[in-house]
């Protein structure tokens, strides 16, 4: 069963970091796509970064170019999000995603096919 977890989340102050880990049990892992979405109460969900693992292209949303870093483990199928400099307007559920081959719109959630549960991430000033 295809199953994605992600940890890291928490409370944390404006201009710190924080880092979100994503558990992939994905079969098709090696040839995937996996992205980091948010999504922030009565708001729509978000793209914040996707990577191709076959061939380690990543993509990223304009509010997280230069700020927050998409990286893969094949070993342990972990998807990373390194969150440097947060903001409050970070503040938002984060949501793992994965999908096999390339994706028509990397960082579209229609795109995704696996989704994991979330986890939350607070940025308070």
């Known amino acids: 069963q295809e199953q994605l977890v992600e940890s890291g989340g928490g409370s944390v102050q404006a201009g710190d970091s924080l880092r979100l880990s994503c558990a992939a049990s994905i079969y098709t892992y090696s040839i995937a796509t996996i992205a980091w979405f948010r999504q922030a109460p009565g708001k729509e969900r978000e793209g914040v970064a996707a990577?191709?693992?076959?061939?380690?292209?990543?993509y990223y949303a304009d509010s997280a170019k230069g700020r927050f870093t998409i990286s893969q483990d094949s070993a342990k199928r972990t998807v990373a999000l390194q969150m440097n400099s947060v903001k409050p307007e970070d503040t938002a559920m984060y949501y793992c995603?994965?999908?096999?081959?390339?994706?028509?719109?990397?960082?579209?959630?229609?795109?995704?096919?696996?989704w994991g549960q979330g986890t939350q991430v607070t940025v308070s000033s």
């Open positions: 990577i191709y693992i076959g061939g380690g292209y990543t």
């Open positions: 995603a994965a999908v096999a081959g390339l994706p028509g719109h990397f960082l579209s959630a229609l795109a995704y096919k696996y």
